[in-house]
Nanobody
């Protein structure tokens, strides 16, 4: 599967953005998809993930109640709705996918095999 992340941009604190992760290839409904983010000099950080059917999600504590991950398997796309953005949300955001028959939602980068190219989110304070 190939992934294409989009939707990043420059916004002010308190604004919203919606990121999209479009996948090409077959059987997208068999992939767990996660969003990660990275800033210079830091390790890639887990943000959110969603299982194959969208019935289970996982979030890093710092984005709970602000970010929502969802998916549309008919469109081969996963979304990350980001509300009430903060300066510390500034990062390059990556989507990643993992083919799995289990419904678990991993949170570590090494558990995902396929990665998109990243989209930059900049939040001005």
């Amino acid at each position: 599967v190939q992934l294409q992340a989009s939707g990043g941009g420059l916004v002010q604190a308190g604004d919203s953005l919606r990121l999209s992760c479009a996948a090409s290839g077959r059987f997208f409904g068999n992939y767990v998809v996660g969003w990660f983010r990275q800033t210079p000099g830091k390790e890639r950080e887990f943000v959110a993930a969603i299982n194959q059917r969208g019935s289970s999600t996982n979030y890093v504590e710092s984005v709970k109640d602000r970010f929502t991950i969802s998916r549309d398997n008919a469109r081969n796309t996963v979304y990350l709705q980001m509300n009430s953005l903060k300066f510390e949300d500034t990062a390059v955001y990556y989507c990643a996918a993992r083919f799995s028959v289990a419904q678990a939602v991993p949170t570590t980068p090494r558990e995902y095999l396929y990665w998109g190219q990243g989209t930059l989110v900049t939040v001005s304070s």
